[in-house]
């Protein structure tokens, strides 16, 4: 049984920082590309930040030098490291998992982060 499960969500005030997991469970890890993405109410899913088995990182522009993504292919964990956090930052980030050679996708339930004074 394949699980993404998502953690490090919370309240923080603008400028404030979090860092949010996803712990997989039932893939090979390694073979997937991994990625975070969020959705605020009323707009489309949104990618934050991806990083493929390698190491290799892209980011939204909104994100660039504030985001961090990284993985841990032994221990099957993501993480994103969210410094100088906006209000516009406000919403539930997922994770999600794509096959690097079969149109094969997870993602989990995710977790909402809330950027506010």
């Known amino acids: 049984q394949v699980q993404l499960v998502e953690s490090g969500g919370g309240l923080v005030q603008p400028g404030g920082s979090l860092r949010l997991s996803c712990a997989a469970s039932?893939?090979?890890?390694?073979?997937?590309?991994m990625a975070w993405y969020r959705r605020a109410p009323g707009k489309q899913r949104e990618l934050v930040a991806s990083?493929?088995?390698?190491?290799?990182?892209t980011y939204a522009d909104s994100v660039k030098g504030r985001f961090t993504i990284s993985r841990d292919n032994a221990k099957k964990i993501l993480s994103l490291e969210m410094n100088s956090l906006r209000p516009e930052d406000t919403t539930v980030y997922s994770c999600?998992?794509?096959?690097?050679?079969?149109?094969?996708?997870?993602w989990g339930q995710g977790t909402q982060v809330t950027v506010s004074s």
């Open positions: 999600d998992a794509d096959h690097v050679s079969y149109e094969v996708n997870y």
């Open positions: 039932g893939i090979s890890f390694s073979l997937y590309v």
């Open positions: 990083i493929t088995s390698t190491g290799r990182t």
